[in-house]
Every structure is written in structure tokens, then in C-alpha cells.
């Protein structure tokens, strides 16, 4: 701001207007109008060593300043703002006077009285103590330094109150928070809430939530932060000796009148389909070796006598027996199976539902009931696959699956009854889209070895030379392929079906 030095002293304090023709002693209250001119007549008190500005009435452009001001104050006028800053010098009573150089007129007039007071040290220790706080005005008023304005934070108030405490009676304060204090907090919640639909706004030292939230966890964020955001309280003169009582802030300062959107309806789940390949090998080798050389001996012997003839004696005997087996046998066998079993199978799944493909055969058998009433009972032969696939996110392409297959197979049967064999398999992977993974696989090894068993039907060999060894070996082994392919829908891959089967809408 800039000031041009009229020396000139006063202290403006504008009460009403009078005409210039009338007394300068008359009620300073009154005001009157004489062929549209006005006069603005100001007492001002002010103090040696306290500087005062004062805002002036509208004036002409051309006025100049008359009066006996100058002998005990200074004055400087800023023009730009229309202000007059006065800096009383010596104690005393002056005039001033303001004139409209065109006619001469009178347009204001101000009655200085500056005094000297005591107090004027403590205007000044207490500036130098609060002269960095913006908003607060010090000056003497009915004998007493008094602290007047509005500050934006509550620490200043605090700081405020600390130092006119150290003058006791001499010093007095009227310093309030700004409105605009509040104001400035509600903007730097809105910035940290980040939520165009939610207001927030400062009414009576209150902060007020409203507009809407996505949910419940964003009402409530949004709660929290307004709360760090409040300040301090500061309990006022008044109030600390029960001259007024304010009412409870609620929910602590803070209003929370946000409503909750509804939830926006979920997405159809995606659908996954599911392509499971068993493949079983099946693997036999057998071999067999059997060297026998077992001569027997039938007793199928006779005597026979002879009497007369020539013969000395007279007596001739014969004994007669029959030998079997006595070529030697050599038996050798290599045999050589294989046998794989391939099937296929596929299902669509909702997104963390189960599915469940069953491939079974239902196996009769008889059986005899109660009372001895024959029946038929059915033994299940086949694969029984359970999947439960589910997605690990909205745009994640992997899919987690429990899995649990049974694998039945029959193997004999006994006394009518068939024999089945069971492998069961349980099991949790997780596999990308349209990729392939081998779950699981059992392998059984089954291995037999005979030696040197002696054939029933050999009866009283007179030699034995007999060796023999029979071996066989079976493996077999089962692997389930599964393929995981996500559908947006069911329908989703059915022109694949229909262009192979050539099927039209």
C-alpha cells in the first residue's frame, strides 16, 4: 500500500453527515442534506505511539486537507485504497478538515484528541510478541489493550491467549477463529476424499457430510478422514463461566448424512468349459520254459510155461513191460499284450459350480435273496469324474480346480459275483486357459515267477529230469488329461458343434 505524506492526524470514525453551513459543535449523530452537498463529520481519539488507519467516505478526485492537524499528527493517504494512516506525535485536541477544491465546499471533517496512556508499552511488547499472526488488530479501548480479529488456526488462538495472560488485567482478547478457517478445512477434505458425489461443507464450526458413496467402507473412510481433518476446540470466555453453553457437537464435529449407492447388479458368471481325456495303458508280458524227461515203467509183465519137446528142462519162462515218456519234452513260450484305452469327455460348468461326468456301466449278477428267492444285483463299472473349477479373478486367465475321479474296472468274477477294482484320485491344481494338465496317473506293476512244478499226471518215473519256470508281468497305468476353456456363455463354441455335425438353426 502506498501512502502520501499529508501530515495530517485522525482518527475516522464516521457517525453521519451534516451541512457545511451548520455548527461544527452540533450532534455528531445528525444528519442532514442541503442542495445535495454532504458533510461527513469524525471524532477521533488516538494514542501516542499507536498508529490507527481509517477508511474515508466517498470524496471528490479534487479535495485538499486544511485544519490544525499537523501540529499533532502525521497522516498518510493512499489514494488507490482510500485510507488514511494517522501517527499521533505530540498530546492534543486539532481539526481536519477535507475540501472540494471546485467549490470550496466542506465534505468531511474530523476532531482529532490524541492522548498519552500507560498502556502504551504493552501495545507494544504485545506486538512484538503476536506480530507474526495475521488478522489480529491490538489498540486501547476503555483503558485496556485489547486483542481484536479473526485468525485461521486454533494454535494462534492458543499462543494468543498465553500472552495476554502475562499482562493480567491490563489486557483483554476478542480474537475469534474465521469463518473462512472452516471453510479452507472442508476443502482439503473434499481433496483427500476424492469423490465428486460427496459435499462436504462447514456450517457453525460443524462439518457436514452428504451426496453418495459407492459403499459402506467409503461412507465410513470418508468419516474418518473429516474427523482428522477438524480442528482443536477452543472453549471461549463465555462459555468457561457459563454465561452460554453450546450444544454437544455431533458425532464429534462431524455429520455424517452420506447415503450408500445400491449395489450395481453382478455380472453373469462366466462359464467354463471343461475337456478330460483318460488314457489307460495296459502292458502284459508272459514267458514260459518246461524241460521233462520222465520215463515210466508199466507193469503190464507175464509168465509163461512150456513142457515137452526136445528142450532140456522142459520148462521156458517170458517176462514182458511196457516204458513211456522216454523221449524228453521241451516246451518254451514268450508272449507279448499291449492294450490303450483312450476316452474322451466334456462339460460346461458355471464359474464355482460342480460338475460331474459319469460314465459307468451297470454289471448283473445273480444272487440269492431272503428265503432263498434268486435276484439280480448290478455292479458299477466305469469313470465318475467330479470338477469344480473357479476363476481366481474378473481378468485373470487361471483356473483353480478340485478335482476327484474313480476309476472301476472289472477283473474276474467269482462264484457268479464279479470282481471290480477301484482307483480314486482327489486332487487341486491350477491351470491357465487352454492349457492342458496331467492331474494325476497310477501305475501298478504286477510280477509272478513259478519254478519246477511237478505235472499230476506223472506217475513212477524211473528217471525224473524235470525243470520248468513260468513268468509273467503286468503293468498298467492311468493318466486323466484336463483342459480348462473359458466361455463368456454356454452357447459360446456351439457354431464349432453345429458346423460339425452340420446342424442348421
Given amino acids: 500500500m502506498k501512502y502520501q505524506l499529508l501530515t495530517l492526524s485522525l482518527l475516522l470514525s464516521m457517525s453521519g453527515y451534516v451541512r457545511a453551513e451548520d455548527d461544527l459543535s452540533a450532534d455528531p449523530s445528525v444528519s442532514?442534506?442541503?442542495?445535495?452537498?454532504?458533510?461527513?463529520?469524525?471524532?477521533?481519539?488516538?494514542?501516542?505511539?499507536?498508529?490507527?488507519?481509517?477508511?474515508?467516505?466517498?470524496?471528490?478526485?479534487?479535495?485538499?486537507?486544511?485544519?490544525?492537524?499537523?501540529?499533532?499528527?502525521?497522516a498518510s493517504f493512499a489514494k488507490d485504497l482510500n485510507v488514511i494512516r494517522f501517527a499521533p506525535k505530540a498530546e492534543g485536541f486539532a481539526t481536519l478538515t477535507i475540501h472540494d477544491k471546485k467549490n470550496g465546499k466542506i465534505v468531511a471533517e474530523y476532531r482529532?484528541?490524541?492522548?498519552?496512556?500507560?498502556?502504551?508499552?504493552?501495545?507494544?511488547?504485545?506486538?512484538?510478541?503476536?506480530?507474526?499472526?495475521?488478522?489480529?488488530?491490538?489498540?486501547?479501548?476503555?483503558?485496556?489493550?485489547v486483542v481484536d480479529g479473526q485468525i485461521l488456526l486454533p494454535k494462534d488462538l492458543?499462543?494468543?491467549?498465553?500472552?495476554?495472560?502475562?499482562?493480567?488485567?491490563?489486557?483483554?482478547?476478542?480474537?475469534?477463529?474465521?469463518?473462512?478457517?472452516?471453510?479452507?478445512?472442508?476443502?482439503?477434505?473434499?481433496?483427500?476424499?476424492?469423490?465428486?458425489?460427496?459435499?462436504?461443507?462447514?456450517?457453525?464450526?460443524?462439518?457436514?457430510?452428504?451426496?453418495?458413496?459407492?459403499?459402506?467402507?467409503?461412507?465410513?473412510?470418508?468419516?474418518?478422514?473429516a474427523k482428522t481433518y477438524l480442528p482443536d476446540i477452543v472453549i471461549e470466555a463465555a462459555e468457561e463461566k457459563g454465561v452460554i453453553k453450546k450444544r454437544k457437537p455431533a458425532n464429534d464435529g462431524v455429520i455424517n448424512l452420506i447415503q450408500v449407492k445400491e449395489a450395481a447388479p453382478k455380472p453373469p458368471s462366466k462359464m467354463i468349459q471343461l475337456v478330460v481325456h483318460y488314457v489307460e495303458l495296459n502292458k502284459n508280458y508272459s514267458k514260459a520254459f518246461k524241460f521233462q524227461f520222465t520215463p515210466e515203467l508199466g507193469d503190464n509183465s507175464q509168465l509163461?510155461?512150456?513142457?515137452?519137446?526136445?528142450?532140456?528142462?522142459?520148462?521156458?519162462?517170458?517176462?514182458?513191460?511196457?516204458?513211456?515218456?522216454?523221449?524228453?519234452?521241451?516246451?518254451?513260450?514268450?508272449?507279448?499284450?499291449?492294450?490303450?484305452?483312450?476316452?474322451?469327455?466334456?462339460?460346461?460348468?458355471?464359474?464355482?459350480?460342480?460338475?460331474?461326468?459319469k460314465q459307468v456301466t451297470n454289471q448283473p449278477y445273480a444272487v440269492i435273496g431272503k428265503d432263498n428267492v434268486q435276484g439280480t444285483a448290478f455292479a458299477e463299472v466305469g469313470i465318475v469324474s467330479t470338477i469344480t473349477p473357479m476363476l481366481l479373478g474378473e481378468k485373470s486367465g487361471s483356473v483353480h480346480m478340485d478335482l476327484s475321479f474313480k476309476v472301476t474296472s472289472m477283473v474276474g468274477r467269482s462264484g457268479g459275483a464279479p470282481i471290480t477294482s477301484s482307483n480314486e484320485m482327489n486332487s487341486s491344481v491350477i491351470v491357465r486357459d487352454r492349457q492342458s494338465?496331467?492331474?494325476?496317473?497310477?501305475?501298478?506293476?504286477?510280477?509272478?515267477?513259478?519254478?519246477?512244478?511237478?505235472?499230476?499226471?506223472?506217475?513212477?518215473?524211473?528217471?525224473?529230469?524235470?525243470?520248468?519256470?513260468?513268468?509273467?508281468?503286468?503293468?498298467?497305468?492311468?493318466?486323466?488329461?484336463?483342459?480348462?476353456?473359458?466361455?463368456?456363455?454356454?452357447?459360446?463354441?456351439?457354431?464349432?458343434?453345429?458346423?460339425?455335425?452340420?446342424?442348421?438353426?
Fill in 112 to 145: 482529532i484528541d490524541v492522548k498519552k496512556s500507560k498502556l502504551d508499552k504493552v501495545v507494544r511488547e504485545m506486538r512484538a510478541l503476536l506480530g507474526d499472526i495475521e488478522g489480529i488488530n491490538i489498540k486501547i479501548v476503555n483503558n485496556k489493550v
Fill in 304 to 357: 509163461t510155461v512150456t513142457g515137452g519137446g526136445s528142450t532140456p528142462g522142459g520148462i521156458v519162462s517170458s517176462i514182458t513191460g511196457t516204458v513211456s515218456n522216454l523221449l524228453p519234452k521241451l516246451n518254451w513260450a514268450k508272449q507279448h499284450g499291449h492294450a490303450r484305452v483312450l476316452e474322451s469327455t466334456s462339460l460346461i460348468v458355471e464359474d464355482g459350480k460342480k460338475g460331474e461326468i
Fill in 437 to 505: 494338465a496331467a492331474v494325476g496317473g497310477l501305475i501298478r506293476n504286477t510280477a509272478t515267477t513259478d519254478y519246477n512244478k511237478m505235472p499230476d499226471n506223472v506217475k513212477n518215473p524211473i528217471i525224473s529230469l524235470y525243470a520248468s519256470k513260468d513268468f509273467s508281468k503286468d503293468q498298467s497305468q492311468f493318466v486323466v488329461f484336463v483342459t480348462p476353456v473359458v466361455k463368456t456363455s454356454a452357447s459360446a463354441g456351439a457354431e464349432q458343434i453345429k458346423k460339425k455335425f452340420r446342424l442348421r438353426d
Fill in 158 to 225: 492458543a499462543r494468543i491467549y498465553n500472552v495476554v495472560q502475562q499482562f493480567g488485567d491490563q489486557a483483554s482478547s476478542l480474537v475469534t477463529l474465521s469463518p473462512l478457517a472452516q471453510k479452507k478445512i472442508a476443502e482439503f477434505i473434499t481433496r483427500d476424499i476424492n469423490n465428486p458425489e460427496i459435499e462436504v461443507r462447514a456450517v457453525n464450526d460443524k462439518i457436514i457430510l452428504q451426496g453418495w458413496a459407492n459403499s459402506d467402507d467409503e461412507k465410513v473412510r470418508a468419516e474418518i478422514i
Fill in 32 to 74: 442532514v442534506e442541503d442542495s445535495g452537498a454532504y458533510r461527513s463529520r469524525k471524532f477521533v481519539s488516538l494514542t501516542l505511539g499507536i498508529e490507527h488507519d481509517e477508511k474515508l467516505p466517498p470524496i471528490p478526485e479534487g479535495v485538499e486537507f486544511k485544519g490544525d492537524f499537523r501540529r499533532i499528527v502525521t
